[in-house]
């Protein structure tokens, strides 16, 4: 379970073209550390972010195209 865990978030969503942009919950799996597994085609137009709420109000993903999700 994700009892016992440090974590920022209650809850961290996967949102991508692998899944429509759907809300694909993930596991908290160790302290700050949110897992899922996700199959990208590999493909250049594949794109993700991270969504806190579910609701897109709170959402992450690499803005400045470096490599770091902001």
Same mark, same amino acid.
């Given at each position: #379970?994700?009892? #016992? ?16 942009? #759907? ?8 302290? $700050?550390?949110?897992? !899922?597994?996700? $199959?990208?085609?590999? #493909? ?5 972010? !991270?969504?806190?709420?579910? $609701?897109?109000?709170? $959402? ?11």
């Amino acid at each position: #379970g994700q009892t #016992g865990f440090t974590k920022k978030f209650n809850q961290l969503y996967f949102r991508g073209t692998p899944n429509s942009w #759907g809300t694909s919950a993930m596991a908290l799996t160790a302290n $700050n550390t949110w897992e !899922l597994d996700v $199959n990208f085609s590999g #493909g250049s137009s594949q794109r993700f972010k !991270l969504d806190v709420t579910g $609701n897109w109000s709170e $959402n992450y993903g690499d803005t400045n195209k470096d490599g770091i999700l902001e």
